[in-house]
């Protein structure tokens, strides 16, 4: 129970208060913030030991494992958009998340009771990822109708900061049972299953489900009124915007394949990679939320999308140093905090109040189809013209894309300030 | 508030409770000679047939006797040659991996973290290089965190020490310049008459390419598609290999003919997911993860069951 006190004080205001200006974060996106630190350390709990379980225990061949996950990806965006609109519609953003979490949770009991084979596994991995498609847009709507329009990338940064928190601390806890009783997965996934029951116990007991900015009079909104968030002169500036810059930025597990082929690591360094990436991001979302606040939120955005030139140029070093391959590492984390929370704050300034989750749903959908497209072109060209040339053609997409970006984001925001 | 009390209780207590009971990493089993030529001996891992993930013993099978070799070596996977062995196994945690560097005593002289699960181990016949293959997981692209993909070092015997990754290895095809981001390398074989050469198998774009390489220019060099897990004959001049059977997870142990790149099935017609090794100039040994058999290279005769209960067999020639 220590992680939740420390990441409690981690927020209190008193502790902020003395570097920049005070940080009032509505308790509802604390304990939000708290829902995910939870689920998060119940995920990556079993995430972490999950492929050594499976061979440990199992006896499975590491093979079976991209067929176990991979397939459950396009499902889980899919669901997104569906989960969305409909948590819009009851007007029940909490319910709905509530819905995603538990079969989270109930996927992490099953892996006690069912977890001993390998179809099994995969069912259950299956459940967790739909779960997870079901709640992250009811979630962020409510993070977003809980905040005053103009806090709200401060709040998102907090969610989003205290999400890595848990995403940081399961493995650790994973490891350090592991480390108390040596190869006992079963131990492993019961904490995990506490885990994720108390942060079902937070979201029921401590969330409000109709929080000030949630819509209570007027129809519920229609399948068409969402659909036609496409269309939306708000709206659909900062989607067209939001995809340029998905498919211009390299993805993260790409960054590091490539810095891989550039640097004679030593193995056990490798995972440290992600760590300082994590570290960074977790530094940094909150204080540049507060940042995106105050002097705009297009700017920041921009300028985080910018420090992916430094991450494209550590990748075309012949020779990348120490030094240099840190500062990559500080600038992919402070690129995560001012772009994925900032941008979903943006969208939730501009989204109508009813069509929350719907919008943000779209958002989400469309950034990930992004990455596939981004991933699956960097790939192609790494294959046609090489690493180095492959970079550089990105590296000229994401100017363009931020040259396109700039306008459009501008408008929408704009356009959100005239209402 | 009573939650996180409950929680807490329940979950402290669960975890003081498994560490109280069992769990270990190492197995006890020990393997059973089956029919063993005499004149051969081999060296292997013990494997318990419920759980073959837990770290063997290192035994020594020669004349129907069964000796275990070293209180010290338990592994996984594990490769000997010329006074210089590699044991890769599970660390004590379950969670981590560890390789060692051995010598005639069989004592681990120097160990080394892996940051994956280990796949293939093989020394050089002079004993001067090695080469270990780990499956990691986190940096496959277009997947998630548990999908798999493969590194492969090379290492000098003598220090123990890495001298070399293939995934950073030039590669050319077809005379030009070849890479992409789904490359994969493994099983890495050594030639008998000269160890900087070696083969290999280079994964990408769902080939499965022969490579052929040096570990002093750190290149590589494209032979044919089609080959997983090469080994190469006492001779050189042959290399066993895993066929793959129509993109499947299955396949068939082939043997090649290096001059001519033609190949031919051995008699063994069950799936096989290892990398073969040579007892003799006739003969490849191999393991179906439980026992060691034994099946004649020219693809006549039948398997014969060589030891019971172990895997990754070493032909200890002289």
């Known amino acids: 129970m220590y992680q939740v006190e420390a990441s409690k004080a981690l927020l209190k205001p008193r502790l902020w208060a003395r570097r920049s200006t005070r940080l009032r974060v509505p308790r509802n996106v604390v304990m939000l913030g708290l829902v995910s630190l939870l689920t998060d350390v119940s995920a990556e709990m079993v995430a972490t030991v999950l492929p050594m379980y499976l061979v440990f225990s199992l006896g499975a061949s590491p093979l079976v494992f991209g067929a176990i996950d991979g397939t459950y990806r396009g499902a889980a965006a899919l669901v997104q958009v569906a989960s969305g609109f409909t948590s819009d519609r009851w007007r029940r953003h909490k319910e709905v998340a509530g819905l995603g979490y538990g079969l989270s949770a109930l996927g992490k009991v099953a892996l006690l009771a069912a977890g001993n084979t390998i179809g099994g596994v995969g069912a259950i991995v299956a459940v967790d990822r739909v779960g997870k498609g079901i709640r992250t847009a009811p979630r962020d709507a409510l993070i977003s109708l809980s905040s005053a329009r103009d806090k709200l990338a401060t709040s998102f940064g907090v969610h989003r900061a205290m999400d890595s928190v848990g995403a940081m601390m399961g493995p650790l806890i994973a490891f350090g049972i592991l480390f108390l009783a040596p190869a006992r997965f079963d131990a492993v996934f019961v904490v995990s299953t506490l885990f994720a029951v108390l942060g079902l116990a937070v979201l029921v007991l401590n969330v409000e489900g109709k929080p000030r900015r949630a819509p209570r009079e007027g129809a519920p909104p229609r399948l068409r009124a969402a659909a036609s968030l496409l269309r939306d002169r708000r709206f659909a500036p900062l989607l067209v915007a939001a995809t340029g810059l998905s498919v211009a930025s390299v993805s993260d597990a790409l960054i590091y394949v490539g810095l891989q082929r550039t640097i004679d690591f030593d193995p056990a360094v490798f995972p440290l990679l992600y760590v300082m990436t994590a570290i960074s991001f977790m530094a940094l979302a909150i204080p540049v939320g507060q940042l995106a606040d105050r002097v705009g939120r297009v700017p920041v955005l921009l300028a985080g999308q910018a420090l992916l030139f430094v991450v494209y140029g550590v990748l075309l070093m012949t020779s990348v140093g120490y030094l240099a391959l840190v500062a990559c590492l500080l600038c992919l984390g402070g690129y995560f905090a001012a772009t994925e929370g900032v941008m979903t704050a943006l969208a939730g300034a501009v989204l109508p109040e009813g069509l929350q989750a719907s919008g943000i749903g779209i958002l989400i959908t469309v950034v990930s189809l992004g990455r596939l497209v981004s991933s699956v072109a960097f790939g192609a060209l790494w294959f046609a013209i090489g690493l180095h040339s492959a970079v550089l053609v990105f590296a000229t997409a994401l100017a363009l894309a931020i040259a396109l970006a700039t306008p459009l984001l501008l408008r929408a925001q704009r356009a959100a300030a005239d209402g | 508030m009573a939650l996180v009390v409950v929680c807490v209780l329940l979950g402290g207590g669960y975890v003081v409770y498994a560490a109280l009971g069992p769990g270990e990493t190492t197995t006890d089993a020990s393997p059973s000679a089956g029919r063993l030529p005499s004149e051969t001996a081999v060296m292997v891992r013990a494997v318990d047939p419920s759980r073959p993930a837990l770290n063997g013993g290192v035994f020594v099978v020669e004349n129907g006797k069964v000796r275990r070799r070293s209180e010290n070596l338990a592994c996984e996977r594990v490769y000997y040659a010329a006074g210089h062995g590699i044991c890769m196994g599970v660390a004590p945690s379950g969670v981590d991996y560890t390789a060692s560097v051995f010598g005639e005593d069989l004592v681990p002289q120097h160990s080394m973290r892996l940051t994956g699960l280990p796949s293939r181990a093989r020394v050089s016949a002079d004993g001067r290089y090695g080469a270990m293959t780990i499956f990691v997981s986190g940096d496959a692209y277009l997947s998630s965190p548990t999908a798999f993909s493969t590194r492969t070092y090379l290492l000098d015997m003598e220090s123990g020490e890495r001298i070399g990754q293939l995934e950073q290895f030039e590669v050319r095809k077809d005379g030009a310049p070849f890479d992409a981001v789904d490359f994969n390398f493994w099983g890495i074989t050594f030639d008998p008459t000269d160890s900087d050469r070696f083969y290999a198998t280079l994964g990408t774009g769902g080939h499965h390419y022969l490579v052929e390489g040096s570990v002093r220019r750190r290149r590589l060099q494209v032979v044919r598609d089609g080959v997983e897990c090469p080994s190469l004959s006492p001779d050189g ?82």
């Open chain 2, 237 to 318: 001049k042959r290399i066993a290999f895993k066929s793959r059977i129509d993109g499947t997870n299955r396949w068939r142990l082939h043997v090649l003919d290096l001059a001519t790149l033609a190949d031919h099935p051995v008699a063994e017609e069950r799936s096989i997911d290892d990398q073969a090794e040579w007892l003799d100039a006739d003969t490849l040994v191999y393991s179906d993860g439980i026992n060691v058999y034994a099946v004649p290279a020219d693809g006549g005769g039948e398997p014969s069951l060589l030891v019971r209960d172990a895997t990754s067999p070493v032909g200890l020639r002289n």
